[in-house]
T-cell receptor, first 111, second 112 residues
């Protein structure tokens, strides 16, 4: 399938903002998602954005989409230790169909 | 309201054996997708079931098969297990053609 690329690790201090980046290659990607996975757990959907949007904000989360560069980012404001987890970027050409995931970015929040 | 449930939580098998994993979707959901997540990797799509039919399939061999029952629950079967089948198997449910797939906690399969 098409590639979804993410940086592997990110470390931030508690209270700072975190920015997790993702690039994708499939130009037909219509829906782009961010999921969170805590150790030993399944995936929790954080937020998603349609390809015709540039930005979406949901409480502490801000998603930015640059469709021209096929670049997606997730900003977490006021990062807390409970935000430490693996964050996955995923894309899908059609709503409700197969999700194509990146390898995940491991976020470590230090006090 | 129960979320997506999966059973068993953990499973140990030996090479060549067969395994069946089970998934009950979130209440009101009729579409079930299965994913394989190897250690340190992102989930890989196996297949999706809707109205008891396989609607979409990823790049997995025929050893991987599935079924969906009239109550929308689903099974994933893997035959002739290989060491490389060791992974976390995730089930996700959704309403048809909606954006949100809800994931279960997964079944961790170890093949020895």
């Amino acid at each position: 399938g098409e590639d979804v690329e993410q940086s592997l690790f990110l470390s931030v201090r508690e209270g700072d903002s975190s920015v997790i980046n993702c690039t994708y290659t499939d130009s037909s990607s219509t829906y782009l998602y961010w999921y969170k996975q805590e150790p030993g757990a399944g995936l929790q959907l954080l937020t998603y954005i349609f390809s015709n949007m540039d930005m979406k904000q949901d409480q502490r989360l801000t998603v930015l989409l640059n469709k021209k560069d096929k670049h997606l980012s997730l900003r977490i404001a006021d990062t807390q230790t409970g935000d430490s987890a693996i964050y996955f970027c995923a894309e899908s050409p059609n709503s409700g169909y197969a999700l194509n995931f990146g390898k995940g970015t491991s976020l470590l929040v230090t006090p | 309201d129960a979320g997506v449930t999966q059973s068993p939580t953990h499973l140990i098998k030996t090479r060549g054996q067969q395994v069946t994993l089970r998934c009950s979707p979130k209440s009101g959901h009729d579409t079930v997708s299965w994913y394989q997540q190897a250690l340190g990797q992102g989930p890989q799509f196996i297949f999706q079931y809707y109205e008891e039919e396989e609607r979409q399939r990823g790049n997995f061999p025929d050893r991987f098969s599935g079924h969906q029952f009239p109550n929308y629950s689903s099974e994933l079967n893997v035959n002739a297990l290989l060491l490389g089948d060791s992974a976390l198997y995730l089930c996700a449910s959704s309403l048809p053609r909606t954006e949100t797939q809800y994931f279960g906690p997964g079944t961790r399969l170890l093949v020895l």
